[in-house]
């Protein structure tokens, strides 16, 4: 079962340009949580927000949070090359503290 | 190493084989995870331990599938008589605390079932 779900499930933009992707999610939730994919490889983590928490930032990226709307969004600003790959969504659901549960991903591509 | 290592990176196994996946986390971590991706989808939880406790294994799709952790360290996926459906990356995650804290990823192993 997946709990979040991103959107757009794709997204193609130009290089310099800002990518945002979101996630609407079901269930309330202790933390979400982005990860990022390159093709073939492993699962890279990005950032963790709290419930508590509205926005954070991390070098180019920005996350926010809206608890109310069950919902989150990943910015990332001045898109390089580098950041074409597949982002994922991660809640960790209230009364579950054993697991975090992955939405099904955007899949990002920066043109040159 | 640094990071989590998984082996073997890719797996080609006749309908019917058994076959096992290795995961080492990270030195220290207390808890490690198994997750199955089918392409294009999202990491799909299968167990988890901590240290050599398997607390929960809701996510193994069938008895033929066993995961185990004996000294709290490295762990192994185990899949008997596999069949075309448990074609998939397998990815293995640690993290140094609970798990709904940041997890550390491996590199996955690709089982392709002929």
């Known amino acids: 079962s997946q709990q979040g779900e991103e959107d757009p499930q794709a997204l193609s933009i130009q290089e310099g340009e800002n990518a945002t992707m979101n996630c609407s999610y079901k269930?309330?939730?202790?933390?979400l949580q982005w990860y990022r994919q390159n093709s073939g490889r492993g699962l890279v983590h990005l950032i963790l927000?709290?419930?508590?928490?509205r926005e954070k930032h991390s070098g180019r990226l920005r996350v926010t949070l809206d608890t109310s709307k069950k919902s989150s969004s990943l910015l990332i600003t001045a898109s390089r090359a580098a950041d074409t790959a597949s982002y994922f969504c991660?809640?960790?659901?209230?009364?579950?503290?054993?697991?975090?549960?992955f939405g099904k991903g955007t899949r990002l591509h920066i043109l040159p | 190493g640094a990071g989590v290592s998984q082996s073997p990176r890719y797996k080609v196994a006749k309908r019917g084989q058994d076959v096992a996946l290795r995961c080492d986390p990270i030195?220290?971590?207390?808890?490690l995870f198994w997750y199955q991706q089918a392409l294009g989808q999202g990491p799909e939880f299968l167990t988890y331990?901590?240290?050599?406790?398997?607390?929960?294994k809701s996510g193994l799709p069938s008895d033929r599938f066993f995961a185990e952790r004996p000294e709290g360290s490295v762990s192994t996926l185990k899949i008997q008589r596999t069949q075309q459906e448990d074609s998939a990356v397998y990815l293995c995650a640690s993290s140094s605390g609970p798990p709904t804290d940041t997890q550390y990823f491996g590199p996955g192993t690709r089982l392709t079932v002929l």
């Open positions: 030195s220290g971590h207390v808890s």
């Open positions: 331990f901590q240290n050599e406790a398997q607390l929960d």
């Open positions: 991660a809640t960790a659901t209230v009364n579950r503290d054993d697991k975090i549960i």
């Open positions: 269930t309330s939730i202790n933390n």
């Open positions: 927000i709290r419930s508590n928490e």
